[in-house]
């Protein structure tokens, strides 16, 4: 019954930064958790990001440097913070949501519609 809406995806120069909001609809926001992958054509895809009440957040060993997962909770929202962007970010971005944190798609029962980020010159 979790809807999610992920949007704030388009064409960005390298070095510049990006932020993308997911918003959440159904049981209470802080009863599961929430997370990002990311999917370029012809890859599989990645993890990015997730965000839990238990283990509050982890990231992918090669972005955590870079992007930032956060919640307002008044907003009923969770957003990705991506800073100094390059040319291999490019791919549409997912919001997902589960029961517990995890870092395999799999796991997580909810998906938003993905949006597309494009980093070029």
């Known amino acids: 019954q979790v809807r999610l809406v992920e949007s704030g995806g388009g064409l960005v120069q390298p070095g510049g930064p990006l932020k993308l909001p997911c918003a959440a609809s159904?049981?209470?926001?802080?009863?599961?958790?929430m997370a990002w992958f990311r999917q370029a054509p012809g890859k599989e895809r990645e993890f990015v990001a997730t965000?839990?009440?238990?283990?509050?957040?982890y990231y992918a060993d090669s972005l955590k440097s870079r992007f930032t997962i956060s919640r307002d909770n008044a907003k009923n929202t969770v957003y990705l913070q991506m800073n100094s962007l390059k040319p291999e970010d490019t791919a549409v971005y997912y919001c997902?949501?589960?029961?517990?944190?995890?870092?395999?798609?799999?796991?997580?029962?909810?998906w938003g519609q993905g949006t597309q980020v494009t980093v070029s010159s």
């Open positions: 159904g049981p209470p926001f802080t009863n599961y958790a």
């Open positions: 997902a949501a589960g029961s517990k944190l995890a870092v395999v798609s799999g796991l997580y029962d909810y």
């Open positions: 965000f839990s009440w238990s283990i509050t957040t």
